[in-house]
């Protein structure tokens, strides 16, 4: 369908994505019209950004996004692909210690609480989403506003190890730096 189309642009989950790839591999066909795609709803490495740019030929973009808080997302890369702009006319985002409930402040890291703001069927106040991130500054030319780094983890995850805080996404980040361990992704 992608090929008999000439599609340009893909959402879906990096492991769909990667999967995509390898039937195309497999049945010897390229995807070659495809030049953007936006990954999200599951976690995903910058080492499986690469890869999959360099499978399918395109650019690869984060977005984030849950069922519960309205599609099609909450956050998404734009060019400089350096943080997720929120839509922040839809959603008020907090980052808060999942331990304490302090709110925190930029650039510390958190459990990524999201109130929205025009949903109206199932409304929700500070949703804890479990995922780990942090505000940034806003330092982008595109001047919409705060971003979110990319999801670190799940707030559950989080081993403490030596005092330090570690997520299997940082161990995954390490070990995809080795060329034999493959395309694998963390599962959270
Ligand atoms: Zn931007």
Redesign the pocket.
Known sequence: MIKDFGVTAIHCTPSYAMHLSEVAEEMDTSLDSLKTGIFGAGAWSESVRKTLERRLGLTAYDSYGLSELFEPGVAFE?P?RNGL?IWHDSYLVEIIDPRTGEQLSDGEQGELFVTPLVKEAMPLLRYCTGDVTMLLEDS???R?GKKITRIMGRSNDMLVIRGINVFPSQIEYVLLKIPEVGNQFMVY
């Open positions: 734009c400089e702009h982008c030319l595109c919409r």
